[in-house]
């Protein structure tokens, strides 16, 4: 396959996982609205675009393995390529989790005795869905920087979803045990957003750095080269 060829190929592949992410984006920004008791969506809505997203990202592997076996990519190329089949990979899990917290806030919605919404709830949500949209930025940014910046706040997600996990203890003490448990899967769902968001974010160091910072590694400090 002629180098020009296979540049526009990975070009293409490159903004097919854009659209996709865009898709993604709008999921979870609609299941989150709905947990919160509002969104445009329906549920019917969610499944339908989390098929198509589930499609998508079949194609983009499809075509993703087709390239390593005609080109046999090297060097930025083969990491750009290796990019895109990992982050194509989480950005579909992060689909599955918008859905998962859709159908929990309809379980919620539908229960008769809800417990106090916790305020935690909203900021992780915030937190999560701000870290998904820069880990995408860096990603079309080239930016192993922007990409340290957002994983530092994976954290702090873990933390909220703690005290959403302890707060809804409290209240099933108090009834309403089938609630509780869908704000916590809510929460649950929230927080591997922003892991998978984590993931995009070490994926974006390796290609621009060429090094590996996943179970931090000793790669992982900000500045590594």
């Known amino acids: ?10 070009a293409g592949l490159e903004q097919r996982l854009l659209t996709m992410s865009h898709q993604v984006e709008n999921v979870v920004e609609e299941s989150v609205s709905m947990a919160m008791g509002s969104g445009d969506m329906t549920i019917e809505e969610i499944y339908a ?17 087709e390239l390593f076996a005609l080109h046999q990519p090297m060097a930025s190329d083969l990491r750009l390529l290796v990019t895109i089949l990992k982050v194509n990979s989480d ?83 108090e009834g309403g045990l089938s609630a509780c448990l869908q704000v916590i899967l809510i929460s649950r769902n929230i927080e591997r957003i922003a892991d998978h968001a984590t993931n ?19 790669d992982a400090a900000e500045g590594s080269t």
């Open 200 to 218: 995009i974010c070490e994926d974006v160091i390796f290609m621009v750095r060429g090094t590996t910072v996943r179970h931090g590694g000793p």
């Open 49 to 65: 675009a989390d098929n198509a997203i589930d499609a998508e990202e079949v194609g983009i592997e499809e075509e993703c393995i």
């Open 91 to 173: 950005l579909e899990r992060i689909g599955d989790h918008g859905v998962n917290i859709a159908e929990a806030a309809i379980r919620l919605r539908d229960s008769t005795e809800r417990p106090p919404h916790p305020v935690e709830l909203d900021e992780m949500s915030r937190i999560a869905r701000s870290m998904l949209r820069r880990a995408l930025d860096a990603l079309v940014h080239r930016s192993a920087e922007e990409a340290d910046s957002v994983m530092k706040e994976d954290d702090r997600v873990d933390d909220l979803h703690d005290s959403v996990f302890r707060i809804m203890l409290t209240h099933m003490l």
């Open 1 to 10: 396959m002629p180098q020009k060829h296979f540049e526009e190929r990975l």
